[in-house]
């Protein structure tokens, strides 16, 4: 004989009078799941954030060890943005460079002073320690499953890889270069030619442009080459607003006002 299903009596087991005490508590249910997840998800960026100010405050500590100024970073997160939005990429792409992008010599803080500040030519000895910081940026970034410090961790190993094959660490050629790694390469190059350095002056934009002109296809991408020279005359007018405003390093993460399309 089939079973009879008493649903008030099932209920009542449960404890509930009827079925909508039954939907009321279900939905008591799904409410604190959900506060749950969002104050999960909350936990999770406030500790992304953490993890991402503190690796900052190492990459401005390696900064300021090679420029009192400590903008170079700052221009170096909004120029990477303005070049990759330039080359078609997305914008949360691109802003997560922006992020990234100012990590990318981190490992400096492992370099000897005797070898970062030498105002000379280093020797071969002293560059192979130079050469090493890369590697170490790469290891401090560490591994990671949060996207921003594995793309931060990608540039810190890539940006000193060269088009035709012969930079470092890992002798990578063309688009073998993660495109982080190829765009960042540029904006420093650019950049760190036309700031005070400890062992020469600053060179002319002018100057530096026909530098980056006469590399591309050997140091650099061709196609991120020219997305920057054609794009110059904004590129700059970016650079010097930044220079201007001399915003604080927690505009990496929250000034919208001053990302650019160059598209």
Partial sequence: MPTI?????????????????????????????????????????????????????????????????????????????????????????????????????????????????????????????????AAMGAEILGASDVPLFRLASEVALSHHERFDGAGYPRGLAGTDIPLSGRIVAVVDYFDALTMDRCYRPAIADDTALAMLERERGRLFDPAVADAFLTRADQMVALRERINQRRPQFSALIDDETLSLSLA
């Fill in 5 to 133: 299903i008493d649903a008030d009596s099932d209920y009542a087991s449960l404890g509930l009078a009827d079925p909508a005490m039954a939907q009321a508590q279900l939905e008591r249910v799904t409410a604190d799941f959900g506060r749950m997840y969002r104050e999960r998800n909350e936990a999770l960026r406030a500790l992304a954030r953490a993890h991402h100010e503190a690796l900052l405050r190492l990459s401005i500590a390696a900064e300021f060890r090679d420029d009192d100024t400590g903008t170079h970073i700052v221009r170096m997160g909004f120029l990477a943005e303005a070049l990759a939005l330039a080359l078609g990429q997305s914008p949360p792409w691109a802003r997560l460079l922006r992020m990234a992008a100012p990590m990318h010599d981190v490992g400096k803080i492992g370099v000897p002073d005797n070898v970062l500040k030498k105002p000379g030519p280093l020797t071969p000895e002293e560059r192979a320690v130079m050469n090493r910081h």
